[in-house]
């Protein structure tokens, strides 16, 4: 691929932001600020809270070492979940965190579809993170309007009301799908969401800026597009796709996955940092070389698949294994499926009605999760 062709199909697919004109006006403290040990850093949202724009997911971390570092270097947001690592990633995070928990921003999430669940579901996160409060307490994974019941929202609000969380908010990987919803109720005061440079819809970016107008705080996750597991990174790329990200004013701040002392030290290269035209060509040829693997979660094959798939899914389930190295995360959310969804073959299908707009060869990758994980 040469070059003049990269940079056309780049610019063509929509990977840079729009010009700051074209955007709402945004708060003075929107913007980064560098702090005086060199890290940057934005307000989230009406919260208040001033956090590095490089966070810390703690996801797939298993070296506590790791967050001590990241700590003594300044990194001051850390995101966690109930679900993670079947609890013991909790465990790890707070014993990590130990007596410098209150300088940070400490978020954890919950899967409960019902108030008595969640409620119970913070009590263990509390106990288990060694901490009487959150900074941020989410409902985990919410793909629609329907999964935010009031309820939920409800028993949000009762741990807000009984300290136990100062913030509350919601993490989605379909942020189009649920922003309205998150706008007209007008509770949430968090939105974590997966965001990344091969994520271009204008519905995108569109849901960031009114999120952002309405002084909702916005953290991206899943920012490496893929991850970077299972193959050698580009030069530069890590910080290049945290760059594009943070070129987004409404993002305040990011939750990359960190494994390694080395990965750490990537992600801090984009911060502070300006994307410029090599950081554009590295992204370029990186979306290039994953466009056939990479589902964007841009939800347009949804109630597609004659079998009931939910595809997506199916192929974040894959990305994690492939791309963050994370094969018994993959294969516990795969096997987390109902049954009779979890046992489809898309080999015994004559033919697949699925085409992906952005060219993921969808059949073939999940064939490809159903032999990885089945």
Not at 115 to 124: R, S
Not at 186 to 209: H, Q, R
Not at 253 to 279: H, K, R, V, Y
């Amino acid at each position: 691929m040469n070059s003049d062709f990269s940079r056309r199909d780049f610019l063509a697919a929509g990977l840079v932001l729009p010009a700051a004109s074209a955007l709402p006006s945004l708060s003075a403290q929107a913007g980064p600020a560098a702090g005086a040990n060199g890290l940057s850093y934005r307000v989230l949202g009406q919260t208040g809270l001033k956090v590095t724009t490089v966070g810390f997911g703690c996801m797939i971390t298993s070296d506590p070492a790791v967050i001590s570092q990241a700590l003594d270097l300044g990194v001051n947001y850390f995101d966690t979940a109930r679900n993670y690592q079947g609890g013991n990633n909790e465990r790890m995070v707070g014993a990590a965190l130990g007596n410098k928990r209150k300088s940070v921003v400490l978020s954890s999430k919950t899967e409960a579809n019902d108030k008595p669940a969640a409620l119970e579901q913070l009590e263990t996160s509390l106990k288990t993170l060694g901490t009487d409060y959150l900074d941020i307490w989410y409902l985990h994974g919410r793909s629609s309007p329907e999964a935010i019941s009031d309820e939920l929202v409800e028993a949000q609000e009762i741990a807000k009301k009984q300290g136990k969380t100062r913030f509350i908010g919601v993490s989605t990987h379909r942020l189009p799908a649920i922003s309205e919803a998150v706008l007209r109720a007008g509770k949430m005061e968090v939105v974590l969401a997966t965001y990344n440079f091969t994520m271009t819809d204008p519905a995108m970016n569109a849901a960031i800026a009114e999120l952002h107008k309405a002084g909702v705080g916005l953290v991206a996750m899943k920012v490496m597009g893929g991850g970077m597991r299972g193959r050698k990174p580009r030069e530069g790329l890590p910080a290049a796709a945290l760059k594009w990200v943070l070129k987004n004013p409404g993002i305040a701040t990011t939750i990359p996955s960190m494994t390694d002392s080395d990965q750490l030290q990537q992600n801090l290269q984009a911060m502070p940092g300006t994307f410029s035209d090599a950081d554009r060509k590295v992204l370029s040829a990186r979306l290039e070389e994953i466009r056939p693997i990479y589902c964007r979660m841009c939800g347009r094959c949804d109630g597609k698949c004659p079998q009931g798939l939910p595809v997506s899914d199916v192929l974040r389930y894959l990305t994690y294994a492939e791309g963050y190295g994370q094969f018994p995360l993959g294969r516990e959310r795969f096997l987390g499926l109902p049954g009779n969804l979890a046992r489809v073959r898309c080999r015994e299908c004559a033919s697949c009605p699925i085409e992906c707009p952005n060219g993921v060869r969808v059949t073939e990758r999940l064939i490809r999760a159903q032999e990885l994980f089945g």
